[in-house]
């Protein structure tokens, strides 16, 4: 069991690797108003850890896989 701390925000290529999703699939749901919430500094997007949860819970749910 790994024993590292959750990051708080990841970068587009962090957070595909954490969701397992491409990058361009995630660019494809952001186009569609359906991805993870975002934030930007500069020119970069970040994901938070909790915009990220949130979004697989949300896909989780619309999928009939909530408990």
Known sequence: MSSQP????????AGCAAARISRSKLYQLW?????PRFYTVGTRRYITHDS????????????????
């Not at 959750?6 to 290529?13: A, E, R, S």
């Not at 186009?31 to 991805?35: M, Q």
């Not at 990220?52 to 408990?67: D, N, P, S, T």
């Open 31 to 35: 186009n569609a108003g359906e991805g």
């Open 6 to 13: 959750i990051p708080l925000t990841y970068t587009v290529n």
């Open 52 to 67: 990220l949860i949130e979004w697989m819970k949300q896909r989780e749910a619309a999928a009939g896989g909530a408990a």
